[in-house]
């Protein structure tokens, strides 16, 4: 299990992260406060704050090509 944060800024971000997650075979989890949702659902996305960074936590052994397709949205 790997751990990253991201930001996802509005519709457009949101649209794209769920476009290379669903290609995924294993899970992936948003966390945020004491919410989790799966990071396959577009509206469980938008139950999370995105104002705020969004922990990401990727269920698979080799997460690097995932991880280079959403550089874009990570933080820190």
Do not use: W
């Not at 949101?14 to 406060?33: A, H, P, S, T, W």
């Not at 139950?47 to 090509?65: F, M, R, Y």
């Amino acid at each position: 299990m790997r751990e990253v944060k991201i930001v996802l800024k509005g519709i457009e971000d949101v649209r794209n992260f769920v476009k290379e997650v669903i290609m995924l075979e294993y899970e992936v989890d948003l966390i945020q406060g004491r919410y989790v949702v799966d990071a396959k659902s577009v509206m469980g996305i938008f139950s999370l704050d995105l104002l705020s960074p969004i922990t990401v936590q990727i269920h698979g052994e080799s997460c690097d090509a995932f991880l280079e397709k959403i550089r874009g949205f990570l933080v820190g």
